[in-house]
């Protein structure tokens, strides 16, 4: 039975919205791009990639014919058999990229989904457990008079806002990061034909490395997560013996710290994934 207590209601009203957010972000980080939002989004997609290809085309014969020229002291060099294979299977391989740069990005993110698989499977859980409110603190809130429960009123108020804040900014990043998929999964054909030339294929390479970058966060997040639930598992200890304030000023503060601390790791996965490549 629901408690009818403002203060209770106030901070499972919170509670809510996190375990809301929570569980929206482990469905984010098991879901596929072709299936997020209906794969409305993943069309519009597919059919930027598919336009920005004829770009990708022209750029790469530019590319190449940049590459020929820096990389080639004279003419008679291109004439000789061993420049010219070199540089018709750099082509033929730029062109390949290109063609099926779809098939590449994608089998890139069923790779990593498959570590995410792995981790999910290891730690045994198919969703995120919930952070619910102790019961020892709701007694301690129901008995409380009216002028005992003013400065609980306060200490709620501050409580809720800050794991309401903190759920959204942790949503947000996570959508951050599935959007910056879908956006180098339009753009792929642009970057990708720098490989025709040897002094811009760096760019090409930078490319694969920053989209496997965006990719991995998603490991370092339901990393995160898994911890984080296995936290809500056991929550903080509670002094039955204090009074109801000191009682939800501890509880809420040691859960904020450890929220705090989650969604941190999920802000800055893309750095800790950047430092553990070397970008």
Known sequence: MESENWVVQNLTNALDIWNEKLAEI??????????????????????????LQAVGYALLVLFFVVGVVKTCGSFSEVKRPEHAVKLFVRFAIAKGVIAHGMELIIALYRIVQGIVSTIMETAGLGRTKKTVLPEEIVESVE???????????????????????????????????????????????????????????????????????????????????????????SPPAVDK??????????????????????????????????EMMGL
């Open 26 to 51: 482990w469905q984010i980080l098991t879901q596929s791009p072709e299936t997020f939002r209906g794969g409305g989004i993943w069309k519009t997609v597919v059919g930027i990639h598919g336009a």
């Open 143 to 233: 008995n409380c008079g009216f002028f005992e429960s003013i400065p609980l009123w306060a200490v709620t108020l501050i409580g809720g806002l800050f794991i309401t804040v903190l759920s959204f900014v942790m949503i947000m990043s996570v959508y951050g990061r599935f959007f910056r998929l879908y956006l180098y999964t339009a753009v792929a054909p642009v970057p990708l034909s720098s490989f025709a030339g040897e002094p811009t294929q760096n760019i090409g390479k930078s490319f694969l490395k920053s989209y496997a970058a965006v990719c991995l966060e998603g490991v370092v997040i339901v990393l995160a997560c898994v911890l984080f639930s296995e936290y809500a598992s």
């Open 241 to 274: 013996d204090a009074a109801a304030v000191t009682m939800v000023w501890g509880y809420i503060g040691e859960l904020i710290f450890n929220m705090l601390v989650l969604v941190g790791a999920v802000k800055m996965a893309d750095r800790v994934v950047r």
